[in-house]
């Protein structure tokens, strides 16, 4: 608007007289004196020592109603207070800017609840910064010319719709003078400001399901430029405004907005609105000390999943995530945790997904079939209006700082899978185009899920066949699931009865409905969130069979406890834990050289930083300053699981069990007494574990053979510098210093053994055993 300057001195008086009446003109003048210490030109205001008095409780009604009438007479005020501080710290015609910030209660939105209410207003709009022009450009705001005919200079001020004092005036340079002759513009003489535009979207945690994100074009200039990046979470102070848009002599009444940037200040990556009461720091501590704090937390995470145990406590590990490390000479370590899930179909594996996305503080899902390489990385596009190129963040780089879940992952594309290889190590975006050279932050854990390269997962081929993935980028997910859909009546019963219970169960009168568990919750921010979820009979099934009512957290307390874990526990390896993560890689390394281990991941170095991340990630769960070794333990159990997929070898045990069991029932014939068919049953369980005894004696005592043989073969070979051997020389090579002599019968099965194992060649023809 056009101030008159009246009513400018007049509202600069009044700022000057608040200042000068109240305590505030000390902190304004310690904000003066670290303005230009950091060498800056944005004197900071808070709103919040306006409202301690009442005439600045209406001054900062008037400021934020009327930004355009009362934001100029305010850095007026701050200039002339800088000035009679020191006059040597400003230049004659220099003036202070300021910024705003503080409680702007109904004015603090999204830019989904930005509407036409707030045109011509000061709001602070927080949201995702998406887009970013990537060159800043200067913008004239004097323009001084010459006269070579007359010799004088004269100057012209322009002001556009950003201005926040005065009408815009016309961006056309004049070329001649009144008297018609020409101007020469003394381009050295010029006043210039920075000029930077912005994209701001709404946060996704926080977007309306179903709906697009809402986003509002930011306009920042002089100090403000360069404030952000693509990725950041930002809170933009500034005057919301309507431009006319360029509609070529056409007049439909809809203009365009945008946002005149004030100041602009980081948010925390993480949930920075959760509160903690002195109950929940009580109850955090409580579960933190029990014993089965790791199952606790992997039943609570998706209860409504049935099963998957394992699987639900490497996430929980996964969201607890190790220590990032930046090293001096600048290594970078990451401590995020990528996993990945392989299986058949109808396996719950999008359902664990949907559970990530609920309980992480920052989470952000995609799908491998509709993501390309550069909407998961970032993007280098074009301007409509300008014409410029702009960088655009992609997934990755919008979940700095959190969780990428990736379902469908093996319908993405070769070339699309290649550009999240640097994510996954590095934890950076860098991009090199069209005269763009910039990285930008992408450290975030990957949780994708894909099925096998057959549609189901074929038992009889390795889980590196059925995958179908390079190992370039199985290396690097520290964690491989294979999730089978077992063919078992107790599994199908206990799964039918699960999933029947959650469909019948209903909430009462219409309350909110926990995600976590089905219970109605009501959190009292005083008196702090519920912990167990209350036990419910149709939800929970009988009593006989129900988990106990300590078995289940609410949603909202495993958010906080998640939270505050991952956040204030930095745990720091021990000696003794630093030894048993050494001594378990060499054990893994060595038992990887065999193909027959049907092993899911290569074990390679970054198997080592795995262990590590792990035991870090049980160390916060436990909310311990070190690692142990029982956090090793831990660790080790599930990785263990995720590279030997034991869910296909109990499932053989189960059947193999069942064979027997029928066996045994089948020899049976004709009526017995209850006495005699008591005893008989008796009689038969304890052949049974007779015989089961006896065969894992004899399986121990068949591997300790093999051992012992393959390693006095090794060190003569070793020793002796050896490629092949006769056969007939084998028997006196392991048979010298031999407590137990092979015989010739099985050290040619020992033989053979190795030698399908690819540990040595037979060749029948010459007798011959050639070492591999």
């Known amino acids: 608007m056009d101030l008159s300057d009246e009513i400018r001195a007049a509202h600069k008086r009044t700022f000057l007289k608040f200042f000068d009446q109240t305590d505030y003109d000390f902190e304004l003048r310690k904000s003066i004196d670290l303005m230009f210490t950091q060498n800056r030109r944005r004197c900071i205001v808070n709103l919040s020592h306006f409202y301690l008095h009442r005439e600045g409780t209406d001054l900062a009604r008037r400021l934020l109603q009327s930004p355009g009438e009362y934001l100029q007479p305010l850095c007026d005020a701050v200039t002339d207070i800088a000035r009679s501080m020191n006059a040597k710290y400003l230049k004659e015609e220099e003036q202070i800017l300021v910024g705003l910030e503080g409680p702007f209660v109904s ?12 045109i011509g207003s000061m709001v602070c709009v927080e949201g995702i910064v998406t887009k970013c022009s990537s060159l800043v450009r200067p913008k004239v705001v004097k323009s001084v010319h010459f006269c070579p005919v007359t010799g004088e200079l004269t100057s012209r001020e322009y002001r556009d719709i950003s201005s926040t004092v005065g009408l815009p005036t016309c961006s056309v340079y004049p070329t001649r003078d009144d008297a018609g002759n020409l101007l020469v ?9 920075d000029h930077q535009t912005l994209s701001l979207q709404e946060v996704p945690e926080n977007s309306a399901p179903g709906q697009l994100p809402r986003t509002v074009d930011i306009i920042v200039e002089d100090d403000l430029v360069d404030a952000c990046k693509p990725g950041d979470r930002v809170a933009v102070v500034g005057v919301y405004k309507a431009i006319p848009g360029r509609s070529k002599g056409s007049v439909n009444g809809v203009f365009r907005t945008v946002l005149i940037a004030n100041n602009v200040s980081l948010l925390n990556k993480m949930s920075h609105n959760l509160q903690y009461s002195t109950d929940d720091m009580k109850n955090i501590r409580k579960v933190s000390e029990r014993d089965d704090a790791f199952d606790l937390l992997a039943n609570s995470l998706a209860p409504s999943i049935y099963g ?56 952000i899902s995609t799908n491998g079939r509709g993501s390309s390489g550069v909407g998961l990385t970032a993007a280098v596009t074009s301007d409509q209006e300008t014409g410029e190129k702009r960088l655009e963040a992609g997934a990755m780089v919008l979940a700095d700082r959190g969780v990428v879940c990736i379902d469908e992952f093996d319908k993405m594309n070769d070339q699309d899978r290649v550009a999240i290889h640097e994510v996954m190590e590095q934890q950076t975006v860098t991009i090199a185009k069209a005269g763009i050279h910039a990285s930008l932050n992408a450290r975030c854990s990957v949780v994708a899920a894909a099925n096998p390269i057959y549609g189901t997962y074929d038992r009889s081929l390795t889980p590196t066949k059925n995958i179908g993935l390079p190992d370039s980028l199985l290396s690097r997910f520290d964690l491989l699931f294979i999730v089978l859909d077992q063919m078992d009546p107790g599994i199908d019963r206990k799964i039918s009865e699960h999933v029947l219970r959650m469909h019948r169960y209903r909430s009462v009168g219409g309350a909110r409905l926990d995600e976590s568990a089905g219970n109605d919750v009501e959190d009292d921010p005083e008196v702090g969130s519920a912990v167990f979820v209350k036990y419910n009979r149709m939800l929970h099934g009988r009593r006989s069979d129900k988990r106990r009512k300590e078995d289940t957290l609410t949603i909202s307390f495993l958010k906080k406890y998640i939270h505050y874990a991952k956040n204030r526990i930095k745990p720091e390896l021990t000696d003794e834990a630093s030894e048993h993560i050494a001594t378990a890689y060499a054990e893994l390394r060595s ?9 899911t991941l290569p074990i390679t170095a970054r198997t080592l930083e795995t262990i590590i991340r792990l035991s870090t990630a049980h160390a ?5 300053r070190q690692v142990l070794t029982s956090d090793v333990e831990a660790a080790l159990g599930v990785l263990n699981f995720a590279i030997y997929h034991r869910e296909l070898s109990e499932m053989e045990e189960r059947e193999q069990q069942r064979t027997r069991e029928e066996g045994g029932g089948g020899g ?53 510098h050896l490629e092949r051997m006769a056969i007939g020389d084998v028997e006196g090579v392991v048979n010298a210093g031999a407590a137990s002599p092979y015989t010739a019968a099985e050290i040619m099965s020992l033989l053979e053994k190795m030698h399908d194992v690819g540990s040595l060649m037979i060749f029948r023809d010459t007798n011959t055993v050639y070492f591999m």
Not at 185 to 193: A, H, I, R, S, V
Not at 318 to 327: I, M, R, V, Y
């Open 107 to 118: 004015r603090r939105v999204t830019p989904r609840e930005l509407l036409s209410g707030f």
């Open 185 to 193: 513009t003394e381009y050295g003489l010029c006043t210039y400001k």
């Open 308 to 363: 998957h145990l394992w699987i639900k406590k490497a996430v929980v590990l996964l969201l607890l995530g190790g220590n990032e490390k930046n090293l001096k000479n600048g290594t970078h370590l990451r401590g995020d945790i990528n996993m990945m899930m392989v299986g058949d179909p109808s396996v719950a594996k999008s359902q664990l997904l949907r559970a990530i996305i609920n309980i992480a503080p920052l989470a």
């Open 591 to 599: 038992g990887s050289s065999s193909v027959k281990t049907g092993g």
């Open 620 to 624: 916060k769960l436990k909310l311990r």
């Open 668 to 720: 049976v014939k004709g009526r017995t007494t209850a006495s005699s068919t008591a005893g008989g049953v008796a009689e038969e369980e304890e052949e049974e574990e007779e015989a089961m005894d006896v065969d894992v004696n004899t399986q121990r005592f068949a591997a300790e053979r093999l051992e012992a043989f393959s390693s006095a073969l090794g060190r003569h070979r070793h020793a002796h």
